[in-house]
C-alpha cells in the first residue's frame, strides 16, 4: 500500500504562474484534506471533501481551488500564485471527520 | 472552535517518561482528541486518539479528565527516535484545529 501520495514534492513557480497538486490515496477514504504548513503556524486546513463530487472550504481556502472527480484523487489548484502561498502543502485522507487521518509527505512550493 | 494550546518545546532524557498537556477549553461534546507525531521532511503520523477518561495502545497513553478541556500524552521510556513535533487535534471539518505543535528534544 502506498497510503496517500503527493505529485509533485518540490515546485518553484514564479508569481502568477498557475499550478496544480496532485494527491492520491489508496486506502478508499470517504474524506480528504489539504493543508499548509508555515513556520510556527501548524497545520491550517485550506479545502477537504467528505466524498467523490463534493468539496467544501477550510480555514484558509482564499486563493485555492478543488476538485474531486474520483474517489482516490483530490486535486489542488493555484490559480494566480502569490509569495504569501509560499508553504509545505500537505494532503491527507481519512475514513471519517473524526477518524484519524493519513498524510502524504507534502510538497514543497516556492513562490518567487 | 475548540483553539488548542501546548508547550512550545519540551526536553527530556532517554528512558524518561514524557506528558505533553494540550489545552482544549472549547471542546464540543461530540469532538475527540487526537495527537500526532511529525518528523522534519514527512508528513504528521497518528499516534493515538480519544473521547474521555484513558486510552492506551502499543506506543503511547492519552488521558482525558471529566470535563475534557484539556489531555495529556504520556510516552513511555522515551528514546532518541522520539524527537519530533506532537500536535493535538480537536474537532471535525470545517473545524479542524491543529495546535502550534509541541517540539520535543530528547538527549542522551
Known amino acids: 500500500n502506498a497510503g496517500v501520495t503527493q505529485t509533485p514534492k518540490f515546485r518553484v513557480l514564479k508569481t502568477g504562474q498557475s499550478m496544480t497538486l496532485l494527491c492520491a490515496q489508496d486506502?478508499?477514504?470517504?474524506?480528504m484534506y489539504w493543508y499548509r504548513q508555515d513556520p510556527g503556524m501548524g497545520l491550517r486546513l485550506i479545502h477537504y471533501?467528505?466524498?467523490?463530487?463534493?468539496?467544501a472550504k477550510g480555514e484558509v481556502p482564499d486563493g485555492y481551488n478543488v476538485s474531486r472527480l474520483k474517489k482516490q484523487n483530490f486535486l489542488l489548484g493555484l490559480e494566480s500564485a502569490a509569495p504569501s502561498q509560499t508553504s509545505v502543502y500537505f494532503c491527507?485522507?481519512?475514513?471519517?471527520?473524526?477518524?484519524?487521518?493519513?498524510f502524504g509527505d507534502g510538497t514543497r512550493l516556492s513562490i518567487l | 472552535l475548540a483553539k488548542t494550546t501546548q508547550p512550545i518545546s519540551m526536553d527530556s532524557y532517554e528512558g524518561q517518561e514524557v506528558n505533553i498537556t494540550c489545552s482544549h477549553n472549547?471542546?464540543?461534546?461530540?469532538?475527540?482528541i487526537t495527537w500526532y507525531q511529525q518528523f522534519p521532511s514527512q508528513g504528521p503520523r497518528f499516534i493515538i486518539q480519544?473521547?474521555?477518561t484513558k486510552v492506551t495502545n502499543e506506543v503511547a497513553s492519552l488521558f482525558i479528565p471529566a470535563d475534557r478541556k484539556s489531555s495529556t500524552l504520556s510516552l513511555p521510556r522515551v528514546s532518541l527516535s522520539d524527537t519530533a513535533v506532537y500536535y493535538c487535534?480537536?474537532?471535525?471539518?470545517?473545524?479542524?484545529?491543529f495546535g502550534k505543535g509541541t517540539t520535543l528534544s530528547v538527549s542522551s
Open positions: 486506502m478508499n477514504h470517504e474524506y
Open positions: 471533501s467528505v466524498g467523490e463530487g463534493t468539496t
Open positions: 491527507a485522507s481519512s475514513f471519517g471527520g473524526y477518524q484519524p487521518q493519513h
Open positions: 480519544g473521547y474521555k
Open positions: 487535534l480537536v474537532g471535525d471539518p470545517p473545524a479542524l484545529i
Open positions: 472549547n471542546i464540543a461534546t461530540n469532538d475527540y
